[in-house]
């Protein structure tokens, strides 16, 4: 079956720190892979998606690239702020309907 | 646009009980999909419903049940509750068919005691 394995937290970082958070997946095929973000209180928001490898996925200075080769979806930001401090899931859809397999969440946290 | 509406935002029952959760999906989406979220499992897909037809099933017991009406409107129940059923329960919607975005409510938080 599908499964996402990504880096467990918390991840502390200063402001303006580089910031990445692994995830690699294991499905047939070609699945889809998405980011998603969860603030305190929230439910989850989109924060980027590709769909086929080799596909950069970007939003708000966040970025992931779809690697078939590593089966990884790993997710990268420059500089992060404190207004980034969430959960982050990374996520697949194996293209049946909408059914996604997340991974257990990194929880990351930005101090000023 | 109104966003994705779960109701209610926190519910306290207990161990047998039933209960009834429900979810407004945004307007024009077809698609609305149920995810439990605990801190021990993560986030686990219940099912999905498009178009008044359960589309997927997540690995749940049959204690857990949906529906979906007319107007897109979900209603997720759960019967003879246990302990391990509290949880945050999240409703997606998403505008039609496969890898389409998913919007997430807020979820309702179940607690059973």
């Known amino acids: 079956g599908n499964s996402v394995t990504q880096m467990e937290g918390p991840v502390t970082l200063s402001e303006e720190a580089f910031l990445t958070i692994n995830c690699t997946y294991t499905?047939?095929?070609?699945?889809?892979l998405f980011w998603y973000v969860q603030y305190p209180g929230e439910g989850l928001q989109l924060l980027l998606k590709?769909?086929?490898?080799?596909d950069k996925g970007s939003n708000k200075g966040f970025e992931a690239t779809y690697r078939k080769e590593t089966t990884s979806f790993h997710l990268e930001k420059g500089s992060v702020q404190v207004s980034d401090s969430a959960v982050y899931f990374c996520?697949?859809?194996?293209?049946?309907?909408?059914?996604?397999?997340f991974g257990g969440g990194t929880r990351l946290m930005v101090k000023p | 646009k109104a966003g994705v509406t779960q109701t209610p935002r926190y519910l306290i029952k207990t161990r047998g009980q039933q209960v009834t959760l429900s979810c407004s999906p945004i307007?024009?989406?077809?698609?609305v999909s149920w995810y439990q979220q605990t801190p021990g499992q993560g986030l686990q897909f219940l099912f999905e419903y498009f178009s008044e037809t359960q589309r997927n099933k997540g690995n749940f017991p049959g204690r857990f049940s949906g529906r979906q009406f007319s107007n897109s409107r979900s209603e997720m129940n759960v019967s003879t509750l246990e302990l391990g059923d509290s949880a945050l329960y999240l409703c997606?919607?998403?505008?039609?068919?496969?890898?389409?975005?998913?919007?997430f409510g807020n979820g309702t938080r179940l607690t059973v005691t």
């Open positions: 997606a919607s998403s505008p039609q068919g496969d890898n389409s975005p998913l919007h």
């Open positions: 499905a047939t095929g070609y699945p889809s």
């Open positions: 307007s024009g989406h077809r698609s």
């Open positions: 590709a769909t086929k490898a080799d």
């Open positions: 996520a697949l859809s194996d293209n049946a309907g909408n059914m996604l397999t």
